[in-house]
């Protein structure tokens, strides 16, 4: 069974309330679907916090797997897995740190979210210079995505052609299309007659469904929306009724949907619902008729909300953009209307802007997600033949179901993880040991700054007391002094050196001993030092 240690950053995957973004509810909702899918066998962690334990681990995710936890400092042991999964695409420090114990030890896989950023941009770019090997994966969510990043990595290849000199380079890694999965179950059976009740929708109203963040710069801009469902409106005899089940990103955004609302759609009811509690999302998919996300936003990647509608048996209208491309299938599952983008140059100034730091991402954003077009008269279109015709609502609804179920379910994606897991095992093996152990990805401290230091002679040292001192009285004197200690191993290091002295009254140390030896020599090594760095002993080259 292929398996992967989860990098595990608690706060990584923590989907509450008020964190409740979609990178946070994505890597959430994995961590969950592979403790209840995942083939049999442990749990394996690779945790940031050292103090993370098991038992700490399964009260925030219940599960009745066994739990291993692989250390930082035991990086070694994530071969025992076989690869470590990173959430993120940050791949390129845990390439350089496995290198020290060789590349082909494990495999890294990372995932695609959001790579509208320029830390997202930066860390597919370091992919180039890392070790990363044709044995580890960037997971992207959607076929746009994979573009975007291959395209980045193209350019990025060609710039670094130029600098060096040297040819044209590979992709070193690979780029699969494995999307994002959501929990069926969790999203149905919510009550449908007791939702219209509480929310006074009549039978005949036409409750259109939009879930998620509501951020007009992060998100979806609320002008193209409002301006489709005024237009929808207009055309159906049907009331349109706009459910609006996600969470503003601050008052001044909440009053500027207001606005819209009331200037392009006045005919349109509208109900805002706060629906990070997952029984209100529950009860909101279950009780509206159909979904409506225009996506604008270039940090939009791939789009669970889509999914979770078709999930709930919604027929969904969205834009023709990124990961939606993918999932909502055209006059089947949904409709998709055309998006537009201003031609290429036309946006230059407002990347310079946010190269020399005058824009952040948030202001990045909102420039460019104003400017893109979609086509608010497609849309609008979408909803009255929806709206008019129930069962054609039902029919694309329970198309959207069944797609979810085969395509998007957690187990499905979780095996289409474990395969590719098996997949990059293979590759490794395939490849055999190509590289092992390079000092220099972290160079040692006295071997790097050898140069700052008196230059010495000989091939060895002699480690002796210093003549008339009690150096076991001095090294208790010293070790109490204030910040005299700042490794707490070193004491104990230096009474068990001193022990040894005082049997064989002094020490020879080889300066380039048999291999392997110098693992073992380390600690007694430091301990020397640092008593010489008191005055306690004598190293003498010899």
């Known amino acids: ?18 964190r409740m973004t979609g990178l946070a509810t994505a890597s959430a909702g994995f961590l969950r679907a592979w403790l209840d899918h995942a083939g049999p066998g442990p749990v394996w962690l690779h945790p940031t916090d050292e103090s993370t334990t098991a038992e700490g681990f399964r009260a925030r995710f219940p599960t009745d797997r066994s739990v291993e936890l692989v250390h930082r400092l035991e990086t070694r042991r994530l071969g025992t897995p076989g690869a470590l999964f990173v959430p993120g695409p940050v ?11 060789g590349d082909a030890a494990y495999s890294l896989t990372g995932v695609t979210h959001t790579m509208s950023t320029a830390r997202a941009l930066d860390a597919v770019r370091e992919l180039l210079v890392a070790p990363t090997r044709p044995w580890d994966a960037l997971i992207c969510a959607s ?60 039978e005949d109203a036409v409750a259109v469904l939009y879930l998620g963040r509501l951020s007009a710069h992060a998100k979806a801009h609320p002008l193209p929306m409002f301006r489709a469902l005024g237009r929808a409106a207009a055309r159906t005899d049907r009331p349109i ?12 955004t909440r009053r500027a949907f207001e606005a819209t609302a009331a200037a392009l759609a006045p005919t349109v009811r509208v109900i805002a619902l706060d629906a990070r509690p997952p029984e209100v999302k529950r009860a909101a998919l279950a009780g509206c008729d159909v979904f409506l996300s225009l996506a604008d936003n270039l940090q939009e990647s791939f789009g669970l909300t889509p999914i979770e509608a078709m999930a709930a048996g919604l027929p969904c209208v969205v834009s023709d953009w990124d990961g939606y491309r993918d999932t909502v299938i ?63 609502r039902r029919r694309i609804g329970e198309a959207g179901r069944a797609r979810a179920h085969a395509t998007y379910a957690w187990p499905r994606v979780i095996r289409a993880y474990e395969a590719l897991w098996g997949e990059l095992a293979e590759r490794r093996a395939a490849a055999g040991s190509p590289t092992g152990r390079v000092a220099s990805v972290a160079p040692d401290p006295f071997e790097a700054f050898a140069g700052f230091a008196t230059p010495g002679g000989g091939r060895g040292l002699r480690i002796e007391p210093v003549e008339g001192l009690d150096a076991m009285a ?59 760095h008191a005055g306690i002993l004598r190293i003498v080259p010899v």
């Open 1 to 18: 069974m292929s398996r992967a240690a989860i990098l595990y950053d608690s706060r990584g995957f923590d989907a509450g309330k008020e």
């Open 330 to 392: 055209d006059d089947v599952t949904g409709f998709r209307v055309p998006t537009a983008l201003p031609p290429a140059g036309a946006g230059s100034e407002l990347a310079w802007r946010r190269l020399l730091g005058i824009d952040d991402d948030s202001v990045f954003h909102a420039l460019t997600c104003e400017t893109v077009a979609v086509d608010t008269e497609a849309a609008a279109e979408a909803i009255a033949r929806l709206a008019d015709d129930p069962a054609l």
């Open 91 to 101: 791949l390129a420090p845990f390439a350089w740190r496995r290198r020290t114990v």
């Open 474 to 532: 001095e090294l208790a004197r010293v070790a109490a002094l204030p910040k005299a200690v700042v490794d707490p191993r070193l004491p104990g290091d230096a009474r068990a050196l001193l022990e040894r002295l005082a049997d064989q009254g002094s020490l020879l140390v080889q300066l380039d001993p048999p291999q392997g030896q110098m693992r073992e020599m380390r600690a007694g090594l430091r301990a020397a030092f640092w008593l010489a």
């Open 241 to 252: 009724v706009a459910v609006l089940a996600g969470w503003y990103h601050d008052d001044d």
């Open 143 to 202: 076929r746009s995505i994979r573009d975007l990043v291959t395209g980045v990595l193209e350019r990025h290849a060609e710039h670094l052609a130029e600098r060096t000199g040297g040819g044209a380079m590979d992709i070193p890694l690979q780029l699969p299309v494995i999307p994002l999965g959501v929990d069926m179950p969790a999203l149905q059976h919510g009550d449908r007659a007791a939702f219209r009740a509480e929310h006074g929708l009549l």
